[in-house]
């Protein structure tokens, strides 16, 4: 049986290699910093601040224009408040107009004052401020100045700081209508008081003025009405005469009260009667505490009077404030989220440039390095072929002469030689014989690694029928059965493959030789990238332990058995199996026979594309 034999280091062919191996781990050039890298954080720099300013944009139009949207609803809230205010204090000062206008009708047309009318008057005031909550006193003097009647709440304690009405300006005007006074401190049960002087001139026969109608209006009614419309917390209300003196505040600034407020937007207004144009929205800085409001005016329609919703901008742009924060907040998010996966983007496409140049460096530095290791895998191929042309020529014409001198030597002087000396001459003609066998065995093995592939379908089952007979013809008195499994097929070469098959087929025969009735069984079956061939038999087996040596050149398990071989064969078969795709191990126990099996890939271009992917198993270790 061909068997590897022991672990010896292949033949020398007496020649030096033309040059040293390459490695392939030769120094790569640094890493450049390509252009292209360059030019893509260009780009991704000058995308993000696009992105940037276009979202930095629009968070501040969105926050200018939330911004507007609640100022709007703001003013348009404060005219509101305004509209409701206009219409108490006109409400609140037509009802003191009313009571005045009527006192003054009882009186028109009579020459002067009488006792009794003022004791008629008294009743009627008394019994009106009872029913008037935001009238503090009512009063009349003559057209000296001198009290003839005074009438006031049971709560105010300050009838003789009442001051007196300014008659001359009566004398001038008598017709004048009611006049507004500027706001004056009081002592009430509460303590001190503002309140709001109104007067009404009384004339007599032939328009003479025969005295002054008053009332004091008392703040604490709109105090009242503040309480019950429930303003912000930081919101106040003015009343003003039309000639600019804050006539009411609340909240109460004592210091305000009576002063010009001359200044504010709403005076330098139109004075149409439209509902309209008497209200004013203005937004900055009040003069009353330099605090930024926004504040709505309007103007009573029938009375000399303004009057103000004020509101501070940080208070009614409070849920603005709010939502911008929550806005800004967001962008701000948002633009750190942009930069990160941006920034996560940039690494990775640079990276991926850089692995790109690198990759390419090394494959052109690869291609260079083939290109050499081609050339010299070129010239050891030239070195070869040479010395197999030495090996058939060179070696062949000594080995001959040696068996002819042999030979001659022999037939021309056995005579003279004994016994001995002739088996001397025999063992030298065998001994060139098998040399010359070996050569043809090596020269074999070496067209096998150097020949083309010509890969076509192959139908095996024909080649083991023709190996067979003749191993049969050869030798006739051996009994041996072959169990071939029909319609084997293969994708290989066809002169490749039938090397392989007559040495396993060979190996079968020869070492079934001990038996009555050898047996070899060929089969196959078929797995989803190769198909399994096996060939067994059931001659003399070897052991596993030596496995390893079996196909492996000039080895031999039963050398010494006289089962004869070169060595040669089964690393021929190795060899052809590999260039195919495949693989080849086996199995055997000693006196069990042997088993044989190798692969053969469906398709051979394919899988030899692919075969250094295939992980091999545990049977490649033998």
């Not at 034999?5 to 020649?15: E, K, M």
């Not at 029913?131 to 709440?153: N, R």
């Not at 008598?174 to 001139?201: C, H, S, Y």
Request: with cysteine; proline share 6%.
């Amino acid at each position: 049986m061909n068997a590897p034999q022991a672990d010896l280091p292949p033949a020398s062919t007496g020649r030096k290699p033309t040059s040293a191996p390459l490695s392939l781990r030769a120094p790569l050039h640094p890493r450049p910093v390509a252009a292209p890298g360059q030019r893509l954080a260009l780009l991704f720099f000058g995308s993000y601040a696009l992105i940037f300013i276009v979202i930095v944009i629009s968070v501040w139009a969105l926050v200018a224009r939330d911004r507007q949207r609640e100022l709007a609803r703001q003013q348009t809230e404060l005219v509101s408040l305004a509209r409701a205010l206009e219409e108490h204090v006109a409400r609140t000062v037509g009802h003191m107009d009313s009571s005045l206008q009527f006192l003054t009708r009882l009186l028109d047309n009579e020459p002067r004052i009488s006792q009794a009318s003022v004791d008629t008057l008294s009743t009627y005031a008394r019994n009106w401020l009872k029913s008037a909550p935001h009238a503090a006193a009512l009063s009349i003097t003559d057209a000296h100045g001198q009290p003839l009647l005074l009438v006031q709440q049971p709560w105010l304690r300050a009838a003789a700081n009442y001051p007196p009405v300014a008659v001359p300006a009566w004398r001038s005007m008598p017709d004048a209508g009611m006049r507004i006074g500027l706001p004056i401190r009081l002592n009430t049960q509460d303590g001190k008081e503002w309140f709001i002087p109104v007067e009404q001139g009384i004339t007599g026969i032939g328009g003479k003025l025969i005295g002054i109608a008053s009332g004091l209006i008392s703040t604490r009614y709109f105090e009242q009405f503040y309480h019950d419309i429930q303003f912000a917390p930081r919101d106040t209300i003015s009343l003003l005469s039309s000639d600019g003196r804050l006539l009411l505040r609340y909240p109460t600034v004592d210091a305000l009260m009576g002063s010009d407020q001359s200044s504010a937007p709403i005076f330098g207004s139109s004075t149409q009667s439209s509902d309209q144009s008497r209200s004013l929205v203005f937004s900055g800085a009040m003069q009353i505490d330099g605090v930024p409001h926004i504040t709505a005016y309007r103007r009573l329609s029938h009375y000399p009077l303004l009057v103000g919703i004020s509101r501070p901008q940080d208070g009614a742009l409070a849920n603005y404030f709010e939502m911008r924060n929550r806005v800004v907040v967001g962008g701000c998010l948002l633009i750190s989220l942009l930069a990160l996966t941006g920034w996560i983007i940039f690494h990775d496409t640079r990276q991926r440039e850089l692995d790109r140049a690198e990759l390419s460096e090394i494959n052109t530095s690869l291609e260079e390095r083939v290109s050499r290791r081609t050339a010299e895998l070129e010239q050891s191929n030239r070195d070869l072929v040479g010395f197999s042309y030495s090996v058939s020529h060179d070696l062949r014409t000594p080995l001959r002469a040696i068996n002819g001198f042999a030979h001659a030597l022999l037939e021309d002087s056995g005579d003279k030689l004994d016994a001995q000396g002739k088996d001397y001459l025999a063992r030298i003609g065998r001994a060139s014989v098998r040399m010359g066998e070996l050569i043809d065995e090596l020269l074999n093995l070496a067209n096998v690694s150097r020949r083309p592939l010509n890969v076509r379908p192959v139908q095996l089952s024909n080649l083991v029928s023709d190996l067979f007979e003749e191993l049969r013809i050869a030798e006739p008195d051996r009994v041996v059965k072959l169990h071939l499994q029909p319609e084997l097929q293969a994708e290989g070469d066809e002169a490749l493959l039938r090397n392989a098959l007559s040495n396993l087929l060979h190996n079968a025969w020869k070492f079934t030789r001990g038996e009555s009735v050898g047996e070899i069984t060929i089969t196959a079956h078929p797995t989803p990238d190769c198909m399994n061939y096996s060939i067994a038999d059931n001659g003399v087996g070897f052991d596993m332990a030596h496995a390893k040596r079996l196909f492996q050149p000039f080895q031999q398990l039963h050398g010494d058995q006289g089962f004869g071989g070169t060595g040669i064969g089964l690393a021929s078969v190795r060899r052809i199996i590999e260039r195919h795709g495949g693989r080849i191990w086996a199995e055997s126990s000693p006196g069990e026979g042997a088993r044989f099996i190798f692969t053969l890939p469906h398709r051979v271009s394919v899988v030899r594309r692919r075969r250094r992917e295939v992980p091999l198993g545990p049977e490649t270790r033998m």
